[in-house]
Nanobody
Framework: VQLQASGGGLVQAGGSLRLSCADS????????VGWFRQAPGKEREFLAT????????LYADSVKGRFTISRDNARNAVYLQMNSLKPEDTAVYYC??????????????????????WGQGTQVTVSS
């Protein structure tokens, strides 16, 4: 699995960005995919995750109502739509994949230790 996050950039407060996570190595099926971020001097923070099936999602309270995670398995891609961005959203954003057995296809987890593969990150900067 070779994850690549893209779509970051500089945006003004209140603006929007859509991040994409693609797997250049193989299909995204069999993986739940999550988004995390890390700001300078801070710990890595869970943001959102979506199950392999797409049926289940989970969000951190800090982004609930502003961020939306979705996936398109036919395109091997997972997206994070980020609206109403705030300066405190400035960080490097990472996507990660958590292999799931078919019986766990609806499961999600916010525990970073569950994730087997990580992308290289994309910088999001929100100016005030």
């Amino acid at each position: 699995v070779q994850l690549q996050a893209s779509g970051g950039g500089l945006v003004q407060a209140g603006g929007s960005l859509r991040l994409s996570c693609a797997d250049s190595g193989r299909t995204f099926t069999s993986y739940a995919v999550g988004w995390f971020r890390q700001a300078p001097g801070k710990e890595r923070e869970f943001l959102a995750t979506i199950s392999w099936s797409g049926r289940s999602t989970l969000y951190a309270d800090s982004v609930k109502g502003r961020f939306t995670i979705s996936r398109d398995n036919a395109r091997n891609a997972v997206y994070l739509q980020m609206n109403s961005l705030k300066p405190e959203d400035t960080a490097v954003y990472y996507c990660a994949a958590d292999w799931k057995d078919y019986s766990d296809r609806h499961d999600v987890s916010q525990d970073a230790r569950q994730y087997d593969y990580w992308g290289q990150g994309t910088q999001v900067t929100v100016s005030s």
